[in-house]
């Protein structure tokens, strides 16, 4: 993956180190050139005015200075001979041309300048190597705070850089942290103009994205619905047929016509439940469900089913208990629960309930004598058409992803687990809430945040909750929980 | 199960082969059917004023079924109509009975089922529903007291009845025996500990074990029709 932060970084450093070095080089020659120009001038100036010197050792304190540095000056008159030479004496040749000249003498280079009036000839020339270390020293002067500004620039660009694109973080959390169901564009305030097409893109991805996953879910949800019309006609031509051929070997065919009609219209249903609880992972309204009347509710509707079997199906523990939540939907995750535990406990067995709290929590347990479900197939009971059961027992493996499914939009917890002397007990648990709670209005439509805030609502008000005389007396109900499970024993903490 | 008397039932019902077989189930059961395959015929239809009961699906092409419904009631036609339709959200259900639908059922359904609603929606719109309870294959005469129960028909005695008309005021509801005490028995009235279970011991007697169903730990119950 390319990174924008390092190519701008390593283009801007590299080009700014470039024009940096480069104006380096261009102060450097210019200061050495002003340097040795200087120089020269100096030279001219002595020859110009140099006359009958004092003696260095007689006059001048001693000095640390290096005489290396010095000026070489030397006077003759017209016939050649030496009127006076500065001290040490270099013997440099008297040269016949008045002027600037580069010479080689006593080993070393020499900058010469010459002047001549017909009486005298003054010669003052200055060592090579001083006037380059003086240029040198010029130039390097010049050239440093350029290259000192360099790597400033660097930090300065880089720190800018960083900035600038955390600018694009933050819009990048702000999109991480959307959820599935909103559908909301991402807002366009604060990004920077170059960024926002690719955000603009996006939203209209993200709207795309949305429109095929409705399609895909109203797909469902229609293709469940439209299979209903043949499947009701389905029902009623068996029906018809069974009142005019009902005996005999075709009315047992006819049975297991209707039963087949009737396993694909339970498919159906499920599907559609399914399909609805996919549309949105929230639940719309939530309200304080008394659980033990929910459950009463999901138990008579199994009784006819559970007796017919000759299973014997009853309540353990029965305590006042409530949850927040849609009502409808947690009946239908109650009454799956129980008709698993119906359907797969064989005749002369029992299936247990026991409701109530659990300190914080409300508790209920469903357990059932019937055939459990191995171990290593526990964690994928939940999975959709996934089946754990004996082939032989009617299912089409969705029962359990529904349970999940509105578990999880309630948070409430789902376990399921082996029941002492064989079995299973399925216990689902959540928070309590107190009976009397009033929810704001602005809480009916929920997320699990605003469910979160109607709990600790509840919480708050929990010591005001009014009973009924049959309800049993607890310790202020503050919060609520729910377990299912499969047990006759009480509800286990 | 059948209905006496020749009953003429309007069905509006868009799909062949539902419509054919609907139609050859209650034409089997003695009851006079004219089906129509969408909306305008069917309003056409009722305006003749001659049909018992309407069947009406919702999804119908020409007019949608909401929209003759409402039609129909704006237009004063009081004949009872039952929705039927593959669609059962709950949305669907309250719009069509506040829009003055007499019952709503979902598609698949059995023939035994769809009857059992019409004869219930006939009696209370002629009056009857004050006095007759009903639940499952039971029912309860409010006026006389007399229950019947698949061919048998007695008298129950005032405790009796004041039992099978709390359970069936809400076929299908588990109640607890402090519930029925409550309901069978005035405040500071002596309740021996098992009168409830002799009352339901001595219904059960007249009738069948099967009529009143215990739920262990919760109460009893009735059965709800259809289940």
Redo the contacts between chains.
């Keep these: 993956m390319t990174s924008l932060r390092r190519t701008a970084l390593l283009w801007t450093t590299a080009m700014l180190s470039i024009v940096g070095i480069a104006g380096a080089a261009v102060s450097y020659r210019l200061a050495s050139d002003e340097a040795k120009a200087f120089l020269d001038s100096q030279l001219r100036q002595i020859a110009l005015n140099a006359g009958d010197a004092v003696s260095d050792t007689a006059v001048s304190p001693p000095s640390q200075h290096d005489r290396e540095d010095d000026f070489s000056v030397e006077i003759w008159n017209g016939a050649g001979k030496t009127l006076h030479a500065s001290r040490p004496v270099v013997y440099i040749p008297r040269r016949s041309q008045a002027g600037f000249a580069d010479v080689h003498a006593a080993g070393e280079d020499w900058r010469v300048y010459t002047s001549i009036d017909g009486a005298r000839t003054v010669q003052v020339a200055h060592r090579e190597v001083v006037r380059r270390e003086i240029a040198q020293h010029a130039a390097i002067s010049a050239a440093i705070p350029i290259l000192v500004v360099i790597p400033l620039a660097w930090l300065l660009i880089g720190w800018a850089l960083g900035r600038f694109l955390g600018r694009l973080t933050t819009v990048a959390r702000a999109i991480a942290e959307r959820s599935l169901d909103s559908k909301d564009p991402i807002p366009l305030e604060g990004v920077p103009k170059e960024v926002s097409p690719l955000v603009v893109g996006m939203n209209s991805l993200i709207e795309r994205l949305h429109h095929a996953l409705d399609q895909q879910r109203r797909f469902v949800s229609d293709a469940a619905?439209?299979l209903?019309?043949?499947?009701?006609?389905?029902?009623?031509?068996i029906?018809?047929l069974q009142?005019e051929f009902g005996q005999g070997v075709t009315g047992a065919c006819l049975t297991e016509l209707e039963r087949g009609?009737r396993r694909a219209?339970a498919l159906v249903d499920q599907l559609?439940r399914m399909a609805r609880y996919d549309a949105s992972r929230e639940v719309a309204v939530a309200e304080p469900v008394d659980l033990p009347e929910l459950l009463?509710?999901c138990?008579?509707?199994q009784?006819?089913i559970a007796?017919s079997k000759g299973v014997?199906?009853?309540?353990?523990t029965?305590e006042s208990v409530y949850i927040l939540g849609a009502g409808?939907e947690l009946k239908n995750l109650f009454a799956n629960l129980i008709d698993n535990a119906v359907r797969y406990t064989p005749s002369g067995g029992a299936v247990d309930?026991s409701i109530g709290p659990c300190g914080e929590r409300a508790v209920v347990e469903i357990a059932d004598t019937g055939c459990g479900i191995p171990r290593d197939l526990l964690p994928r009971v939940f999975d959709r058409f996934f089946r754990a059961a004996p082939p032989d027992i009617e299912g089409n493996g969705l029962g359990l992803s529904i349970v999940k499914a509105i578990a999880d939009r309630h948070g409430l917890e789902i376990e399921l687990g082996p029941r002492d002397g064989g079995g299973l007990v399925a216990t689902v648990s959540g928070v309590r809430i107190s009976a009397s709670v009033r929810i704001p209005n602005s809480l009916l439509s929920f997320g699990h945040h605003s469910l979160d805030d109607a709990r600790r609502l509840s919480a708050n008000t929990g010591g005001e909750a009014r009973r009924t005389k049959?309800e049993s007396a607890e310790p202020k109900a503050d919060l609520l929980s729910v377990i299912v499970a499969r047990n006759p024993s009480h509800v286990k903490c | 199960m059948t209905c006496a008397g020749v009953m003429r039932i309007l069905l509006i019902e868009d799909d062949p082969m539902i419509g054919n077989s609907l139609a050859k189930a209650l034409r089997d059961l003695g009851m006079s059917v004219d089906w129509v395959t969408d909306g305008l015929d069917g309003e056409e239809a009722l305006a003749a004023g001659e049909h018992t009961l309407v069947l009406l699906n919702l999804g119908l092409p020409g007019k949608q079924g909401l929209q003759l419904l409402r039609a129909i009631r704006t237009g004063g036609c009081r004949v009872p109509i039952i929705i039927i339709t593959a669609r059962d959200e709950l949305d669907g259900r309250v719009a069509s009975l506040d829009l003055g639908a007499d019952d709503y059922l979902a598609k698949p359904f059995a023939v035994r089922e769809l009857v059992a609603r019409m004869n219930a929606v006939l009696r209370r719109q002629s009056g009857l529903a004050r006095s007759i309870m009903e639940a499952g294959d039971m029912t309860l005469d409010l006026d006389t007291h007399e229950v019947s129960y698949r061919g048998t028909r007695i008298v129950l005695p005032a405790r009796e009845f004041a039992l099978m008309r709390a359970l069936m005021e809400r076929p299908g509801t588990i109640l607890s025996r402090a519930q029925l005490e409550e309901r069978l028995y005035g405040w500071g009235e002596e309740v021996e500990s098992n009168a409830v279970e002799v009352l339901i011991h001595s219904v059960r007697k007249k009738l069948d074990r099967e009529v009143i169903r215990n739920v262990r730990g919760a109460g009893w119950m009735v059965v709800k029709a259809g289940s």
């Design positions: 619905h439209e209903r019309t043949p499947l009701t006609a389905l029902c009623l031509q029906e018809n009142h009609t219209s559609l009463k509710s138990l008579a509707d009784v006819p007796e014997d199906l009853g309540i353990t029965m409808s309930v049959k």
